[in-house]
Structure formats: C-alpha cells, structure tokens
C-alpha cells in the first residue's frame, strides 16, 4: 500500500480558537473539515512543507521556530495509508485567506467536535486540547 506523507497546523489564537478548513468540491474526501497543510513534497522536511502550504493555502508566514509538534496521524484508507504529523502554531504573519477556494472556519476547541472531518484528523483532536490546556 502506498503511503502518503502529510503535514497539518493547528493555528491557535489568543482566544484559543482553532483554524479548520473544508476540502473543496473536486478533492478527495471533498466537504470535510480538517487542520490545514498539506503533502511533503521529496526532499522536503515536515516543517518546510507546513511552511510552504501555511504561505499557499491560506496567505500566513510563519517559521520554524513557531511550530510545535503535538501527534500524528497513522491511518489507511482503501487507496494509500496516511501519515500526519499534527504541529500547533500560535505565532504566524498575514491574514488567513482561502487561497485555493475552500471555507475557513475559526472555531473554539470544544467545537471541532462538531464538524466531520477525516477519519485521520479526528484522534488528533484530544492531544491538541490537551496541549493547549498546558500551553
């Protein structure tokens, strides 16, 4: 089975709200919610390719320095198994815009609950609250 190596940011704001954006039409698993990022391309670290899809899909500059590593994703689906380091970032530059035409949404912890996302990004949630809580 192929694997498909990805990166996702947990954009948080002072008011502890989270960034999530929806896949859109024409994009597999089209309609779901999910951390922004996106595939680490070949001779790529996962940093540099956050940093470059953050810059791509939503407009925001951040650095490496800003990212911290929370958990990760390990998850097949009929075509590819996925691995998705899951970064939180509380410091980044710009307005986030949708760059690629997908809906953004800012949201409060308790609410990415409440949207359907990937089968992959959903254990990802409970150890960003956790490391929100701490941090």
């Given at each position: 089975?192929?694997?498909?190596?990805?990166?996702?940011?947990?954009l948080?704001?002072d008011?502890?709200?989270?960034?999530?954006?929806?896949r859109?039409p024409?994009?597999?698993?089209?309609?779901f919610?999910?951390?922004?990022?996106?595939k680490i391309d070949?001779g790529e670290?996962p940093?540099?390719?956050?940093i470059?899809?953050?810059e791509?899909e939503?407009c925001v500059h951040?650095?490496?320095?800003h990212?911290?590593?929370?958990?990760f994703?390990?998850?097949?689906y009929n075509?590819?198994?996925?691995?998705?380091?899951?970064?939180?970032?509380r410091?980044w530059?710009?307005?986030a815009?949708?760059a690629?035409?997908?809906n953004l949404?800012?949201v409060?912890?308790?609410e990415l609950?409440?949207?359907?996302?990937?089968?992959a990004?959903i254990?990802?949630?409970?150890?960003?609250?956790?490391w929100?809580?701490?941090n």
């Amino acid at each position: 089975m192929k694997i498909l190596y990805v990166v996702a940011a947990a954009l948080i704001t002072d008011s502890q709200e989270i960034l999530i954006t929806q896949r859109p039409p024409g994009k597999n698993l089209a309609g779901f919610w999910e951390f922004p990022g996106g595939k680490i391309d070949a001779g790529e670290t996962p940093e540099q390719a956050l940093i470059r899809e953050l810059e791509e899909e939503l407009c925001v500059h951040t650095k490496k320095e800003h990212l911290y590593p929370i958990s990760f994703a390990s998850h097949s689906y009929n075509e590819f198994h996925l691995f998705m380091p899951l970064y939180a970032c509380r410091i980044w530059s710009g307005t986030a815009q949708p760059a690629e035409g997908q809906n953004l949404a800012w949201v409060k912890m308790q609410e990415l609950k409440n949207f359907s996302m990937p089968e992959a990004d959903i254990p990802l949630i409970e150890p960003l609250i956790k490391w929100v809580d701490q941090n």
